[in-house]
Structure formats: C-alpha cells, structure tokens
C-alpha cells in the first residue's frame, strides 16, 4: 500500500511570511497526526484528527497555526505568520481508529521548514 | 504522567547484539510499551510493541519484567543499517497525548 505522502518536502521562506503544509494519509486511515520535530529531539504532537474532527490540538499555537482536514481524508497545517523558531521538521503521520496507545502510527517523510 | 528515560545514545559494532533499556517507573495498568526507529530525513518507524514479558518478530525483541517499570528493546546481530534513534513510548487508554510523547530518543551507532 502506498504510505503517507507529504509536499513539500523542503520549503524555505521569510518570517512573517504564510506557509502551507500538505498531507495524505494512508487510505483507510481514520487517525492523523501533526508533529513538529527540531534537530536533535524527538517528535512533539500539534494536533490529532479522528476522520474530519481535532480530537486533540492542545499543543497548537493557536495564534498564528491553523490545520484542517476536510472529509476526513487529506490535511493541511498552515502557519501565518511563520517566526524564525518555527524552523522545524514537521512530520505528518495516520492510524488506524482506535486506542492511540496500541496504534501503530505510519509516518510520512516530513517537511523541512526553514524560516530566514 | 509517566515519563521514560533512556540513555541518550549508545555505540555498537556490526555483528553485536544492542539492547536499549528504557525507564518508566509510573506506567499505569492500562500502558502499552511501544519502540519506533527514525532514520536522518525520515519519520519514524513502528519496531515493535509490547504489554508484559516477551514479544518478538522478525526486527527485534522486547522484554518487560514483571513490574513493567522498564523495558528493553534487543537488536540481534545489528548492521550499519541499524544506526538510527529509537524511541519508547509509553501510554495507555485514557492517556491519548502521553501516548504519542517520543522524548529525546536514544540514538544508535554501530561501527564496522
């Protein structure tokens, strides 16, 4: 099956500047996540969707990110405006539905943000 | 919520056997133990997943003691191929974010 796909890969663009993150998760996949990973740790959870609707965006700045994930299937994470600390991998990934702490979580390659 | 500890990185040769001890003293009852593997440039990668003793497939092993406060991840006869970060996980059902926490990792070199 094919996995998860994100664009783009890599993305670099001034602060203050909007960027737009894509994400298309495994097919049949109810679950999908958004992580952000700096250099050196692990990835740190944004949002979690169960099919259309955010079941957990605790960890979202809500004051400049934004996601969405209409009919349930493809996502998107926006940032506007994007700030130099948001220079980050960030990491898109999708499950099955179900319990999230014996789901195994399929990963996408990321998107290399650098914010100049 | 539990918190894991593992070491911060080890260094193995090719051939050797590696096992990644992670620590979580408050793991609930209800807590799964799971390990995934990150490659640089890439996201990270499901190995394997546990409850209690033993469980094993075709990647690695893990063990879990009886009081489950630690775990123990075990790469047979690893490669170059194997040097990456590994991560543990601990969460249960009423605990979906503390699931999904991967800390710092413990990152793997094996040597030739």
């Known amino acids: 099956e094919a996995g998860v796909v994100q664009s783009p890969r890599y993305k670099i663009i001034e602060k203050k500047q909007p960027v737009a993150f894509w994400c298309n998760p495994i097919s049949g996949h109810n679950t999908l996540y958004w992580y952000l990973q700096n250099l050196g740790q692990g990835p740190e959870l944004l949002i979690r969707?169960?099919?259309?609707?955010?079941?957990?965006d605790s960890q979202l700045p809500k004051d400049r990110f934004s996601a969405e994930r209409l009919k349930g299937v493809d996502s998107t994470l926006k940032i506007q405006p994007a700030e130099l600390g948001d220079s980050a991998v960030y990491l898109c990934a999708s499950s099955r539905l179900g319990r999230v702490s014996n789901n195994e979580q399929f990963f996408g390659p990321g998107t290399r943000l650098t914010v100049l | 919520l539990a918190k894991t500890t593992q070491p911060i990185s080890m260094d193995s040769y090719e051939g050797q056997e590696v096992n990644i001890t992670c620590s979580h003293n408050?793991?609930?009852?209800?807590?799964?133990i799971t390990w995934y593997q990150q490659f640089p440039s890439q996201g990270p990668r499901f190995i394997i997943q546990?409850?209690?003793t033993k469980v094993t497939n075709e990647v690695a092993s893990l063990f879990i003691p009886a009081d489950r406060k630690s775990s123990t991840l075990s790469l047979p006869r690893v490669s170059l191929s194997d040097t990456a970060v590994y991560y543990c996980l601990v969460g249960g059902l009423d605990t979906g974010r503390r699931a999904l926490t991967f800390g710092s990792g413990t990152r793997l070199q094996v040597q030739p």
């Open positions: 546990g409850y209690k």
């Open positions: 408050n793991i609930a009852t209800n807590d799964y």
């Open positions: 969707y169960e099919n259309e609707e955010a079941v957990d």
